[in-house]
């Protein structure tokens, strides 16, 4: 492995390990919180910011929640497959199995933890998504006007009309 691609794995590493296990959860009307949503029902969503404080969201104040993990758990999978691509292409089998460990084996914890954390995340959050999910499709079925299909005549065929050179004798 050169030295370009261990900085580029190792800044990958890094720049990824700094992101945080908190969803950011959009308001229409204040500023972005941050926080772990830890359940959630049909109307509210409950999440815990900081070390004690948990309140209730309604579904008024929620636009939308960026769900932690899915950062990670794509580029665990990428430097999975960037260590995997490594080990392949070297004849040496000693050199190999260092950059499959070097590269693969954190590839793997980082997408091992991003998913587990986004799973964590999305299912805490289901039952207040469901509900958005099922509105958001049932005003877009009401918004969309309805349109008959067309309708064709093939009653009379279409004329013929043969063009092309004459012939004289």
């Known amino acids: 492995m050169t030295t370009f691609q261990k900085a ?3 800044t990958l590493m890094f720049s990824v390990s ?4 908190e969803a950011t959860i959009l308001r229409p009307s ?10 959630s029902d049909a109307e509210h969503l409950l999440v815990k910011h900081g070390e004690v404080s948990s309140f209730a969201l309604e579904r008024e104040e929620v636009q ?6 899915n950062v990670v758990a794509v580029t665990g999978v990428c430097l999975l497959a960037l260590g995997a691509m490594l080990a392949g292409s070297k004849d040496d089998r000693t050199e190999a199995q260092v950059n499959l460990a070097m590269v693969s084996a954190p590839g793997l914890a980082m997408a091992i933890w991003g998913a587990l954390t986004y799973s964590r ?3 805490a959050a289901h039952a207040f998504e469901d509900r958005t999910e099922k509105e958001k499709k049932k005003k877009d079925d009401e918004d969309r006007p309805f349109l008959p299909a067309p309708t064709w005549n093939f009653t009379q065929p279409p004329q013929a009309t043969v063009r092309g050179p004459t012939v004289r004798q």
């Open 8 to 10: 580029v794995v190792f």
């Open 18 to 21: 700094g992101c945080s296990s």
């Open 30 to 39: 204040a500023t972005p919180l941050s926080g772990k949503i830890m359940s």
């Open 64 to 69: 939308s929640i960026d769900h932690p993990g």
């Open 121 to 123: 995340s999305k299912n």
